[in-house]
Nanobody, 117 residues
Framework: QVQLVESGGGLVQPGGSLRLSCALSGGIFRLYTMGWYRQAPGKQRELVAAISTGDTTNYADSVKGRFTISRDNTKNTVYLQMISLKPEDTAVYFC???????????WGKGTLVTVSS
């Protein structure tokens, strides 16, 4: 069974930086499109960034230029580097891995990012 485990969340001041990590186990990481989603209190879960098996990336407009998604297939890990954080970035961040061609999708349990002074 595929498992995704996020780490790296925490409390940071506005303008600060954090790097989230998500490690995949139980599956062939390089075959998965990986994504980061977030859910703020009272809001729907939204896509933040995604990276394909061929390293094509896409970002939500709200994070373009501030967040960078990357993957290391040798470590079975996807990263989300976040800079210039804003209070509105406060949310639980979830890692997602999917192989849409065969109908597989998995979620991590999430890691909380709080941006506050």
């Amino acid at each position: 069974q595929v498992q995704l485990v996020e780490s790296g969340g925490g409390l940071v001041q506005p303008g600060g930086s954090l790097r989230l990590s998500c490690a995949l186990s139980g599956g062939i990481f390089r075959l998965y499109t990986m994504g980061w989603y977030r859910q703020a209190p009272g809001k729907q879960r939204e896509l933040v960034a995604a990276i394909s098996t061929g390293d094509t990336t896409n970002y939500a407009d709200s994070v373009k230029g501030r967040f960078t998604i990357s993957r290391d297939n040798t470590k079975n890990t996807v990263y989300l580097q976040m800079i210039s954080l804003k209070p509105e970035d406060t949310a639980v961040y979830f890692c997602n891995g999917n192989r849409s061609a065969i109908g597989l999708m998995f979620w991590g349990k999430g890691t909380l990012v709080t941006v506050s002074s």
